[in-house]
T-cell receptor, first 115, second 112 residues
Framework: GAGVSQTPSNKVTEKGKYVELRCDPISGHTALYWYRQSLGQGPEFLIYFQGTGAADDSGLPNDRFFAVRPEGSVSTLKIQRTERGDSAVYLC?????????????FGPGTRLTVT | LAKTTQPISMDSYEGQEVNITCSHNNIATNDYITWYQQFPSQGPRFIIQGYKTKVTNEVASLFIPADRKSSTLSLPRVSLSDTAVYYCLVAPNAGNNRKLIWGLGTSLAVNP
């Protein structure tokens, strides 16, 4: 079946602009996670959705970052007034959260470059 | 969340068995150990998870000693395509929030 998809695959924007990154999770997966990854580093947790609600947004670095998942499926990560330090690969993952599995299915990521 | 320590890099050759050991001295009673693999320009991929003793699947084995303060991921007969970064993570069994806290991982290079 289809895996997690993310669009766009690459986004170049100028400092100060607004960007939206989209994640299409695996159908039926109730849990959705956003991470970001800088070069040479492991992914960094940003936000977790269970259904439509943001159950844990403790990883969002500041109030320029916001994410939604209005119908419990597709999610959009929104970044206002982008800064060069926001440049990274933004990864989305989904899972069923059944039993005791920690298996999350990751998309290919969106590479964001802020110039 | 328990911190993990693993080698930054490892080298191996095709056909060899590779063992990557991860230290997690502060692991809590309810924590699970999970390993992910990441190829360049791709998202991470789940390999295996375990709580104690040994777990084996079609890809790898995971060995966890009785004190659970470390774990070893074993990759049998590696090939060039196993060149990737391998992450060891310790995750609490705390309800639905399964957020993962990542370290730097181990960069494995498999040589011909």
């Amino acid at each position: 079946g289809a895996g997690v998809s993310q669009t766009p695959s690459n986004k170049v924007t100028e400092k100060g602009k607004y960007v939206e990154l989209r994640c299409d999770p695996i159908s039926g997966h109730t849990a959705l996670y956003w991470y970001r990854q800088s070069l040479g580093q492991g992914p960094e947790f940003l936000i977790y959705f269970q259904g439509t609600g943001a159950a844990d947004d403790s990883g969002l670095p500041n109030d320029r970052f916001f994410a939604v998942r209005p119908e419990g499926s597709v999610s959009t990560l929104k970044i206002q007034r982008t800064e060069r330090g926001d440049s990274a690969v933004y990864l989305c993952a989904s899972s069923l959260n059944e039993g005791r599995t920690y298996e999350q299915y990751f998309g290919p990521g969106t590479r964001l470059t802020v110039t | 969340l328990a911190k993990t320590t693993q080698p930054i890099s490892m080298d191996s050759y095709e056909g060899q068995e590779v063992n990557i050991t991860c230290s997690h001295n502060n692991i809590a009673t309810n924590d699970y150990i999970t390993w992910y693999q990441q190829f360049p320009s791709q998202g991470p991929r789940f390999i295996i998870q375990g709580y104690k003793t040994k777990v084996t699947n079609e890809v790898a084995s995971l060995f966890i000693p009785a004190d659970r303060k470390s774990s070893t991921l074993s990759l049998p007969r590696v090939s060039l395509s196993d060149t990737a970064v391998y992450y060891c993570l310790v995750a609490p069994n705390a309800g639905n929030n399964r957020k993962l806290i990542w370290g730097l991982g181990t960069s494995l290079a498999v040589n011909p």
